[in-house]
Structures are given as structure tokens and as C-alpha cells.
């Protein structure tokens, strides 16, 4: 008896002690990261909204023939039922996975509906990770444009999809959240890998007309790096935040800021012009 009451009396004590606000350093880096992360959700549902659009009603109307009437008249091959059912579940589930994905990393949903959050997170991880084998039979069955380097980076893409949901699952399951969230986060920067790509290649024609990329055959040097860079500049960005989070200098935590504000600018710059250039004009 004795014990709780003392500790419902600290618990009192500490609510009525006002919480000292956090260093600046940690405020900026805070604010940053808020910051991107509100410019890539509103991007990624921009994209979410224009692959709607334009692949549910040509297949809710023709079936897997409607694919031929979409930005991938490539996707429907007569005879290939496999393959074609592959693409259509690719794209569908793609509209899950990027338009929930956003929710799952937002901390007043994840706090004020946990339940919410738990059975979301098990339907992403899951279609994420049937996508994720889709397209690996895609890529291997059907080609991509840029050759072996774009089989080779799709493929390790899809290959970290599953490694990591693996991963936050087990995080989860073991109540370790802080872990969980970490995994999370890499998942979600893997799984964007595709929106990153769009943005990323119209943020570069916009800034330099399209240096090192060959329009006819979609090669060269700049493509040869986005294939790669979709996934690896999105962890790294994502690992500097995490590594300044835990450092006490207060140069890491503005360095690593100052970047995420660098790639907001960009995010925002890269999303205008995939939407005034990509897809807004194919939805009129």
C-alpha cells in the first residue's frame, strides 16, 4: 500500500514538474525529419492517387486486357496469365503498400490506435512482401528497361523488402519497439524505392535537362546510379538521422539536419515535377 502511494505521488510530482524544452540541436533535427517526412507522404499519395487513376478503372472495365490502355501496354502479353495477374497485383497492392505505408510511420496513429497500427502493419508487411515476389518474377520473365543493371538493383531491392519486414516482425513479436520502429522505417525507405526513382530522375531532368541518360534506350551513368541510389541514399539519409539522434555533438545533429533539409528541397522540387510532368498530364 505504502508503495503505491508513493508511486502515484511521483507519478504526480513529475506531471507537475515542467519539462525542460530539448536542446536546440535536437529541435532542428526533429523539425527536419518532420519535415521530410511530410513532404514524401504528401508525394507518395500524389503518386497513390495517380496510379489509381489510372490503372483501377481500365482493369475494373477490360480486366487484365486493360493494361494495354495504361502506361504499361508492354504488361499484358495474350497467353501469359501468370505474368499478367503478376503485373496487375503488382500495381493494385502497390497502392496499398505506398498509400499505407505513411499511416503506419505517423506517431499520433501509431499511439492513439494501436490496433489500428498492428493490423495495418501485418496487411503492409504482407503485401509488401507478395509484391516484392512479383516482381522478381517480372523482372526475370519480363525484362526491365536498363538491362542487367536494373534486373540486378530490382532485384536486391525486393530481396531487402523481405529481409526487413522479416525483420521488424520479429522485432514486434519480441516487444523490442525501439528496434521495430528502426526496422520499420528501413522497410518503408525500400518499399518507396520506386517513388524515389520517379522523383529522383525528374528532379535531375528538371535540373539538367537529363545529363547521362539515354531517352531511347533509358541507360547510362545517372540511370545506372538511380537504380542503385532509390535505396541506398534513402537508408543512408535514414541511418545519418538515427546515428545523430544517439550522438551528444551538437555539429552531427545540425550536419544531419542541414541534410534533411537539403533533401526536403529536393523531395519537394523532385514531386512537383514528376506530377507536373509524369502524371498529372496522363490523367486528363
Same mark, same amino acid.
Given at each position: 500500500?505504502?508503495?503505491?502511494?508513493?508511486?502515484?505521488?511521483?507519478? %504526480?510530482?513529475?506531471?507537475?514538474?515542467? +519539462?525542460?524544452?530539448?536542446? #536546440?540541436?535536437? =529541435?532542428?533535427?526533429?523539425?527536419?525529419?518532420?519535415?521530410?517526412?511530410?513532404?514524401?507522404?504528401?508525394?507518395?499519395?500524389?503518386?497513390?492517387?495517380?496510379?489509381?487513376?489510372? !490503372?483501377?478503372? %481500365?482493369?475494373?472495365?477490360?480486366?487484365?486486357?486493360?493494361?494495354?490502355?495504361?502506361?504499361?501496354?508492354?504488361? !499484358?502479353?495474350?497467353?501469359?496469365?501468370?505474368?499478367? @495477374?503478376?503485373?496487375?497485383?503488382?500495381?493494385?497492392?502497390?497502392?496499398?503498400?505506398?498509400?499505407?505505408?505513411?499511416?503506419?510511420?505517423?506517431?499520433?496513429?501509431?499511439?492513439?490506435?494501436?490496433?489500428?497500427? +498492428?493490423?495495418?502493419?501485418?496487411?503492409?508487411?504482407?503485401?509488401?512482401?507478395?509484391?516484392?515476389?512479383?516482381? &522478381? !518474377? &517480372?523482372? #526475370?520473365? =519480363?525484362?526491365?528497361?536498363?538491362?542487367? $543493371?536494373?534486373?540486378?538493383?530490382?532485384?536486391?531491392?525486393?530481396?531487402?523488402?523481405?529481409?526487413?519486414?522479416? @525483420?521488424?516482425?520479429?522485432?514486434?513479436?519480441? =516487444?523490442?519497439?525501439?528496434?521495430?520502429?528502426? #526496422?520499420?522505417?528501413? &522497410?518503408?525507405?525500400?518499399?518507396?524505392?520506386?517513388?524515389?526513382? +520517379?522523383?529522383?530522375?525528374?528532379?535531375?531532368?528538371?535540373?539538367?535537362?537529363?545529363?547521362?541518360?539515354?531517352?531511347?534506350?533509358?541507360?547510362?551513368?545517372?540511370?545506372?546510379?538511380?537504380?542503385?541510389?532509390?535505396?541506398?541514399?534513402? &537508408?543512408?539519409?535514414?541511418?545519418?538521422?538515427? @546515428?545523430?539522434? +544517439?550522438?551528444?555533438?551538437?555539429?552531427?545533429?545540425?550536419? $544531419?539536419?542541414?541534410?534533411?533539409?537539403?533533401?526536403?528541397?529536393?523531395?519537394?522540387?523532385?514531386?512537383?515535377?514528376?506530377?507536373?510532368?509524369? #502524371?498529372?498530364? =496522363?490523367?486528363?
Amino acid at each position: 500500500m505504502a508503495t503505491a502511494t508513493q508511486t502515484l505521488l511521483n507519478e %504526480e510530482i513529475n506531471q507537475s514538474v515542467p +519539462r525542460q524544452p530539448k536542446p #536546440w540541436p535536437d =529541435r532542428m533535427l526533429g523539425y527536419s525529419g518532420i519535415a521530410w517526412f511530410l513532404a514524401a507522404a504528401i508525394g507518395q499519395w500524389i503518386f497513390v492517387l495517380y496510379v489509381a487513376v489510372q !490503372y483501377i478503372p %481500365e482493369l475494373a472495365q477490360f480486366g487484365l486486357p486493360g493494361l494495354l490502355n495504361t502506361t504499361l501496354p508492354e504488361g !499484358y502479353v495474350a497467353g501469359d496469365l501468370i505474368g499478367n @495477374l503478376a503485373i496487375a497485383s503488382h500495381v493494385l497492392v502497390a497502392i496499398i503498400i505506398i498509400g499505407s505505408g505513411p499511416l503506419q510511420l505517423t506517431p499520433h496513429i501509431r499511439n492513439r490506435f494501436p490496433a489500428f497500427h +498492428r493490423y495495418v502493419g501485418r496487411v503492409y508487411i504482407l503485401m509488401a512482401s507478395v509484391t516484392s515476389v512479383a516482381g &522478381l !518474377y &517480372l523482372v #526475370w520473365t =519480363r525484362g526491365v528497361p536498363g538491362g542487367m $543493371v536494373g534486373h540486378l538493383a530490382i532485384s536486391l531491392d525486393a530481396v531487402l523488402i523481405l529481409a526487413f519486414g522479416a @525483420l521488424a516482425i520479429n522485432f514486434a513479436i519480441r =516487444r523490442q519497439f525501439a528496434r521495430h520502429r528502426q #526496422w520499420a522505417m528501413r &522497410l518503408f525507405m525500400v518499399v518507396s524505392a520506386v517513388w524515389f526513382f +520517379r522523383i529522383g530522375l525528374m528532379f535531375w531532368f528538371m535540373t539538367t535537362g537529363g545529363i547521362g541518360v539515354d531517352p531511347e534506350t533509358f541507360e547510362g551513368p545517372f540511370l545506372t546510379f538511380m537504380y542503385f541510389g532509390q535505396m541506398a541514399i534513402p &537508408l543512408l539519409m535514414l541511418e545519418s538521422y538515427f @546515428l545523430a539522434q +544517439r550522438s551528444k555533438k551538437h555539429a552531427v545533429k545540425f550536419a $544531419v539536419a542541414a541534410g534533411l533539409t537539403l533533401a526536403t528541397g529536393v523531395t519537394v522540387m523532385g514531386t512537383f515535377a514528376a506530377t507536373m510532368g509524369m #502524371w498529372f498530364p =496522363r490523367l486528363l
